[in-house]
């Protein structure tokens, strides 16, 4: 690997792309759990305080997927078609414009994060914590900005196994800068989220700086911003032509779940705990199949700009019939296992039998979650970018929350209820993503032909 000219195609193995995308998930999963246990063991209200800040900031690191994602449509896609002239300029139109889009971002977010939390009704217990927390983290918001295009750069050319070595060293360093803090030698200095927070800033910086080693030291390409004199216009409206609808998609989907989580938080500290606990829970069953779909949506980009739409069809389809039982499979295991699971995160056993319950309604909103991960992935990265925008509206804000507020307020059915209304809207819109994929609407829409011809 001493050249960044790693050719994918059809014939590539799965296991090359989608293992360490797995093992970086499965890792990112695991550590974060340590890093759940940590806080919980410490206050079980800065559980809440961090997961609500989150969310929040979720919103807004989902901005910065809209040219990172067309970054790695793009540059699939180029690669594929084996134009790689303008690369470079390329690389340094999305590093930057993130970079400054990110500074802006994390400016809001200091000045207004408790505005955003009382717009959230967060809990008067958990309201300072939350705060704190999105100070630190949400004001230095710019460097996940830079690290989204570094890591989609990377894993384009086929350097899956760099954001698993960063995932690992980042996360251990997040825990141990957890342990010092909450627990260890600086623990006198009571910093509590605040400590959790600095750690949480130091892994980012980390991760960056890691990532811009491995794309000098492979020579995938060269950032410099002489490459933007002139200013490269048109390519930088291109790419946000395709990654707006991309990432909107992703950014309805936030904003959807942060009204899902204002009807949770009037319910009290512990529906919200639980939220957290259950999607602590839940990200095991979805590693695999979002490993698998993230690995296919590389390969799917590629074979649209070699022009092999046929190919790129057979992939995503052997990709659906491998994941879905297995996702499944998982979620009713995790539901099972709960029980014994939660006894890592809380001693509160009034909390166990609510994450079960919700537990059990996603073992069926898995289905439609692996066929969106999938389907939707591989649209976009086939330059299908309008449709999982519009379809997501539709059926999240249509579907989810009428659903999720008629079954959790109006029926009493509490948490379990909201993720009622979030497993009909991820069922639905996977149905509807497989109709139109089999239908062959997505073909023709290559991004490289759209460049080629400007």
């Keep these: 690997m001493k050249q960044g000219k790693l050719e994918i195609n059809e014939k590539t193995s799965m296991f090359f792309l989608a293992g360490p995308l797995f093992a970086e998930m499965l890792l990112n999963i695991l550590l974060n759990n340590v890093d759940t246990v940590m806080i919980s063991r410490y206050s079980e209200n800065a559980v809440g305080a961090v997961g609500n800040a989150n969310q929040m900031m979720m919103l807004f690191i989902i901005m910065f997927g809209v040219i990172a ?3 790695g449509v793009v540059v699939a896609q180029y690669l594929g078609a084996k134009k790689t002239e303008n690369m470079n300029q390329i690389y340094t139109l999305a590093f930057s414009f993130n970079l400054v889009l990110g500074l802006f971002i994390s400016l809001i977010v200091f000045t207004f994060c408790g505005s955003f939390m009382r717009l959230l009704k967060v809990d008067a217990s958990q309201m300072q914590d939350a705060v704190t927390y999105m100070k630190i983290v949400g004001g230095l918001l710019f460097l996940q900005a830079a690290y989204n295009v570094m890591v989609q750069i990377l894993r384009c050319h086929g350097y899956t196994r760099a954001g698993m070595y960063i995932s690992l060293t980042v996360n251990l360093i997040n825990i141990i800068g957890n342990y010092i803090f909450l627990y260890g030698p600086l623990k006198h200095l009571q910093l509590g989220v605040a400590g959790v927070a ?21 020579r995938i390409g060269k950032m410099s911003l002489r490459l933007l004199r002139p200013f490269p216009r048109q390519m930088l409206f291109k790419m946000l032509k395709i990654g707006i609808p991309s990432a909107g998609e992703s950014m309805a989907y936030s904003f959807y779940q942060l009204i899902l989580l204002s009807f949770i938080n009037p319910m009290g ?3 919200v705990n639980a939220k957290v606990y259950c999607n602590t829970l839940m990200s095991f069953s979805v590693v695999f199949s979002n490993s698998l779909a993230q ?3 590389i390969v799917t980009g590629h074979l649209v700009g070699a022009g092999r739409e046929d190919a790129a069809d057979k992939r995503v389809m052997k990709t659906l019939y491998t994941s879905l039982p297995v996702a499944v499979g998982i979620a009713a295991l995790n539901c099972l296992l709960c029980p014994l699971t939660l006894k890592l995160f809380t001693d509160n056993t009034e909390i166990v039998p609510l994450v079960q319950k919700t537990l059990a309604v996603v073992i069926v909103m898995e289905i439609g979650r692996t066929l969106n991960l999938v389907i939707l992935g591989s649209m976009k990265a086939a330059g299908d970018v309008l449709f999982p925008v519009l379809i997501g509206l539709v059926s999240m804000w249509g579907i989810g929350i009428s659903v999720g507020y008629g079954c959790g307020i109006l029926l009493s059915l509490g948490m379990t209820g909201v993720f009622m209304g979030t497993t009909a809207d991820e069922c639905a819109r996977g149905v509807i993503a497989l109709i139109r994929w089999r239908r062959g609407k997505w073909k023709g829409k290559a991004v490289v032909k759209a460049v080629q011809e400007a």
Excluded at 208 to 218: A, D, N, P
């Design 269 to 271: 500290p512990m529906a």
């Design 198 to 218: 600095i750690s949480t800033v130091t892994a980012r910086v980390i991760a960056l700086t890691i990532s811009i080693i491995i794309f000098y030291r492979y």
């Design 295 to 297: 690995a296919t949506q």
């Design 69 to 71: 994602g067309a970054t």
